[in-house]
T-cell receptor, first 114, second 106 residues
Framework: GAVVSQHPSWVICKSGTSVKIECRSLDFQATTMFWYRQFPKQSLMLMATSNEGSKATYEQGVEKDKFLINHASLTLSTLTVTSAHPEDSSFYIC??????????FGPGTRLTVL | KQEVTQIPAALSVPEGENLVLNCSFTDSAIYNLQWFRQDPGKGLTSLLLIQSSQREQTSGRLNASLDKSSGRSTLYIAASQPGDSATYLCGQKVTFGTGTKLQVIP
């Protein structure tokens, strides 16, 4: 099956710093990737759709200047949490679309902002 | 806007039992539906994808069905094993259920 990786798997940072999370499709090309946020015991919340070669599409209520998305190639999308604050602490998961819109998820990144 | 509901929220069964997890969605114009499992602190692992033109998919001990007219999908797990313990989510792209947390007791 298709494999999606995320890096780092966890990160702890100080308030006010920026954190970059990478999402890679390892064995297939993905023109579209998705970024989600998951709170404890809750489902996934779609943050934005990342499109290769164009601007990301953000869901309502998600600050695009806060969560910068760059889809640099067909195998890499990055999410940068700028000026992170404790309320940004969460589990961030990406997915890449395969054939028939099947989605393959990365293992997630646990962000803790102190 | 599509809404996805999963019932029950949690389920505990003895090893070897067959079980059914339920997933309901409000918009029947669903393109496809996927079932995933999520282990604690991990990402989602795709189990089965049912395309809108299909009614069911099978993989090993898993069988998922899709009834668009009633807005329902079920995931059937046969002969459950302790290794099946995880949270199971259904959904697609934008909307996912909150999951059913399954515990299989040895």
């Amino acid at each position: 099956g298709a494999v999606v990786s995320q890096h780092p798997s966890w990160v702890i940072c100080k308030s006010g710093t920026s954190v970059k999370i990478e999402c890679r499709s390892l064995d297939f090309q993905a023109t579209t990737m998705f970024w989600y946020r998951q709170f404890p015991k809750q489902s996934l919340m779609l943050m934005a759709t990342s499109n290769e070669g164009s601007k990301a599409t953000y869901e309502q209520g998600v600050e695009k200047d806060k969560f910068l998305i760059n889809h640099a190639s067909l195998t890499l999308s990055t999410l940068t949490v700028t000026s992170a604050h404790p309320e940004d602490s969460s589990f961030y998961i990406c997915s890449a679309g395969g054939a028939y819109n099947e989605q393959f998820f990365g293992p997630g990144t646990r962000l803790t902002v102190l | 806007k599509q809404e996805v509901t999963q019932i029950p929220a949690a389920l505990s069964v003895p090893e070897g039992e067959n079980l059914v997890l339920n997933c309901s969605f409000t918009d029947s114009a669903i393109y496809n539906l996927q079932w995933f499992r999520q282990d604690p602190g991990k990402g989602l692992t795709s189990l089965l994808l049912i395309q809108s033109s299909q009614r069911e998919q099978t993989s090993g001990r898993l069988n998922a069905s899709l009834d668009k007219s009633s807005g329902r999908s079920t995931l059937y797990i046969a002969a459950s094993q302790p290794g099946d313990s995880a949270t199971y989510l259904c959904g697609q792209k934008v909307t996912f259920g909150t999951g059913t947390k399954l515990q299989v007791i040895p």
